[in-house]
């Protein structure tokens, strides 16, 4: 059996979801020094979920949501670490289990491996991780919201 294809090239097909503020959900962390909170709602889904799947007593900090330039222009992207509920660091366990990787990935998120913390759905770069030709969303800036 051979692996797929990768696409030759994703199009955009925007599917027009809006956007959420993270902020406003309880279930996350946001860092007060995220200057960018905005995603669309299937990706603030997604981190909702990854947070069930995190062992307890650890948390998702959202350091970054989306903003009209750069990487996180479509609002598909967040960067993200782990913190104990009381906002501090993670101890690292021996072995390197990964779990903020395991939630994320099992919630359909993919993941710039030149970036750790950078972790999208519905972009091109999610497309293109999952082999598929359509992309989700576009540019923020397109939609005429916000
Ligand atoms: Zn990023």
């Not at 959900?25 to 909702?48: H, K, M, N, Q």
């Not at 759905?121 to 992309?135: E, N, V």
Request: with cysteine; charged share 20%.
């Amino acid at each position: 059996m051979t692996p797929p294809e990768e696409p030759a090239a994703v199009e955009v097909h925007e599917c027009g979801e809006p956007l959420v503020d993270l902020r406003g959900i309880s279930a996350l962390l946001v860092a007060p020094t995220a200057a960018a909170t905005l995603v669309r709602v299937g990706v603030a889904d997604r981190l909702v979920t990854a947070q069930t799947l995190l062992p307890i007593g650890v948390r998702l900090l959202v350091v970054s949501g989306g903003c009209p330039s750069g990487w996180h222009a479509t609002g598909a992207a967040a960067d993200l670490r782990i913190c104990t509920v009381d906002g501090g660091d993670v101890a690292a366990e021996a072995g390197g289990a990964d779990p903020l990787g395991a939630a994320l990935a099992a919630a359909g998120l993919v993941n710039d491996p030149q970036r750790p913390w950078h972790w999208s759905y519905g972009d091109r770069a999610w497309a293109r991780h999952r082999g598929i030709r359509q992309a989700r969303y576009g540019p923020i800036a397109a939609l005429g919201i916000r």
